[in-house]
């Protein structure tokens, strides 16, 4: 993937979603339509992290290129350098996959 011209602020992560399978396990298509969005996606970007009440860096625990899971309405979806992006909190990732 390309460096992208961004950088998120504070404990925000950017995610490149990972589509969805198209088929089911018995050989059927699933047309667009009726896809749910993917809720698993890939780390491109993060932030420095969060400020505790004293005002310390809690560093983020994700890091570029790492797969993730996060929840159905999770994050803002951006198109930069002409890919669709997710803006999400590192709150709203459930956990790294593999």
């Known amino acids: 993937m390309a460096k992208l011209n961004f950088r998120p602020l504070h404990d925000r992560v950017v995610v490149k979603r990972i589509d969805a399978e198209t088929k089911t396990k018995g050989g059927i298509i699933i047309p667009d339509s009726a896809k749910e969005k993917?809720?698993?996606?890939?780390?491109?970007?993060?932030?420095?992290?969060?400020?505790?009440?004293?005002?310390?860096?809690?560093?983020?625990?994700?890091?570029?290129?790492?797969?993730?899971?996060?929840?159905?309405?999770?994050?803002?979806?951006?198109?930069?350098?002409?890919?669709?992006?997710?803006?999400?909190?590192?709150?709203d990732i459930m956990g790294v996959v593999g």
Do not use: N
């Open 38 to 91: 993917p809720q698993e996606g890939e780390v491109v970007a993060v932030g420095p992290g969060g400020r505790d009440e004293t005002g310390k860096l809690t560093p983020i625990d994700v890091k570029a290129g790492d797969r993730v899971l996060f929840g159905k309405w999770s994050g803002t979806e951006i198109k930069l350098d002409g890919q669709e992006l997710l803006i999400m909190k590192e709150s």
